[in-house]
C-alpha cells in the first residue's frame, strides 16, 4: 500500500463524517455576529461575538503554544491549510509575535476545507505529536510560503525538510488519536460559531475573519491594556 493511501481512506472517512458541521459554519450569517464596534482594514464590520469556554483551548490535544509561551495576551487562531486569508495571516502574524513579546500565539487546526486540508492537517499534528512547538510553527510558516494546493504529500515534504521521519509522521498521521484530535478540533470551532477561516479567540470574544494586520495588534493591544478587545 502507498504511504498516503492510509491518509487518504482516514480522509475521506473524516470528510463524510464532519460535512455538516463544516457546511453549518459556512452557512452561517457572519453579518449576525458583530457584538464589538470592531473593523476590518478597509472600514467594514468584523464579525465577532463572546464566546464561553469551558477549559483552556491550549491544553487540548493537538494545539500548540507557537510562540511567546509567557506572553501575557493569548491569541488562538483555528486555521485551515488551504485558506488563502490564513496565508495572508501567517506573515503579519509572525512579525507580530517577533515584535509584541507579550502576545501568546496558540494554533488550533482548523481543517474544513475538504478531503487535501484534511491530509495535510493529519501531518500537521502528527508534527505537534512528535516534534516541538518551535519545529510546529516552522512547518506552519513554511507550509504557508507556498502556493498551491496543500495535502498530505506536500505537507510531508515540508516535514521533512525540517529534519522530521517521513515514515514515522506516516504511521502517526494514520493513528485514530489524530482522527478524533481532528472531530475535537471542528467541534470545538463549531461550538464557538467560528464560521470563517482564519478565526480568532482573544479574551473570550470570537473574531471572524482576518482584518488585517494594523486592525488585529490593534485589538491585541486593547486586551493588553484593559483585558478585552475594545478598551
Not at 16 to 41: C, D, F, I, K, V
Not at 158 to 171: F, N, Q
Amino acid at each position: 500500500m502507498n504511504k498516503l493511501t492510509g491518509l487518504l481512506l482516514c480522509a475521506l472517512t473524516l470528510a463524510a463524517s464532519w460535512a455538516g458541521a463544516a457546511a453549518q459554519q459556512s452557512n452561517r450569517p457572519p453579518e449576525l455576529a458583530s457584538e464589538y464596534p470592531l473593523t476590518n482594514e478597509d472600514g467594514s464590520a468584523l464579525p465577532n461575538h463572546t464566546v464561553k469556554l469551558i477549559g483552556p483551548i491550549d491544553r487540548l490535544p493537538g494545539v500548540v503554544v507557537a510562540a511567546n509561551p509567557e506572553g501575557k495576551t493569548t491569541l488562538y487562531e483555528f486555521y485551515d491549510l488551504n485558506c488563502p486569508y490564513c496565508r495572508a495571516a501567517a506573515t503579519d502574524i509572525a512579525a507580530m509575535v517577533e515584535h509584541d513579546q507579550d502576545l501568546r500565539l496558540v494554533l488550533v487546526p482548523f481543517p474544513i476545507l475538504g478531503i487535501p486540508s484534511i491530509m495535510a492537517s493529519r501531518v500537521e499534528l502528527a508534527v505537534a505529536k512528535l516534534g516541538t512547538p518551535k519545529q510546529f510553527y516552522d512547518f506552519h510558516r513554511k507550509i504557508y510560503a507556498q502556493r498551491g494546493v496543500v495535502d498530505g504529500a506536500r505537507a510531508l515534504a515540508v516535514a521533512r525538510g525540517l529534519g522530521l521521519d517521513e515514515k514515522v509522521l506516516t504511521k502517526a498521521g494514520n493513528g485514530d488519536d489524530i482522527s478524533e484530535i481532528m472531530r475535537n478540533h471542528v467541534s470545538l470551532g463549531d461550538a464557538l460559531g467560528l464560521a470563517a477561516t482564519p478565526s480568532f479567540v482573544i479574551d473570550g470574544v470570537a473574531l471572524l475573519g482576518y482584518p488585517g494586520r494594523e486592525r488585529l495588534q490593534a485589538i491585541v493591544d486593547a486586551a493588553g491594556a484593559c483585558g478585552k478587545v475594545v478598551c
